[in-house]
């Protein structure tokens, strides 16, 4: 395989910014999650916090603000819907896959 035709590929492929669980308290899960893994507290509130890995993200989320679900980064996420600009920065919009899957429609930075 050509290197450097793998790496050209991989640019143009869209992004899984992040993958979204419920928790009942989001404090006491961050401080699970850091005393057993090698992850940084990039946002941390009340309602979520968002732990970075080294190959991805993890959000922590409690059900009465955000469901559990899929971040996905791409081009032109706005097709999907108007965006919303959250408390962190990023642009977004929710939409379900055919299976009711939850994904979070992420606007590149």
């Known amino acids: 395989m050509d290197h450097n035709t793998d790496t050209t590929e991989q640019a143009a492929l869209d992004s899984i910014h992040h993958l979204a669980i419920v928790v009942t308290d989001v404090a006491a ?9 090698k992850c940084a507290v990039t946002y941390q509130d009340a309602t979520w916090a968002l732990l970075k890995f080294a190959n991805t993200s993890m959000a ?50």
């Open 60 to 109: 922590l989320v409690i059900p009465a603000q955000h469901p559990p679900h899929i971040g996905i980064q791409v081009d032109d996420a706005a097709r999907f819907g108007p965006l919303t600009t959250h408390r962190d920065g990023t642009r977004s919009v929710y939409v379900n896959d055919p299976d009711g899957n939850a994904l979070e429609m992420m606007a590149r930075a």
């Open 29 to 37: 899960s961050v401080a699970w999650y850091q005393a057993n893994f």
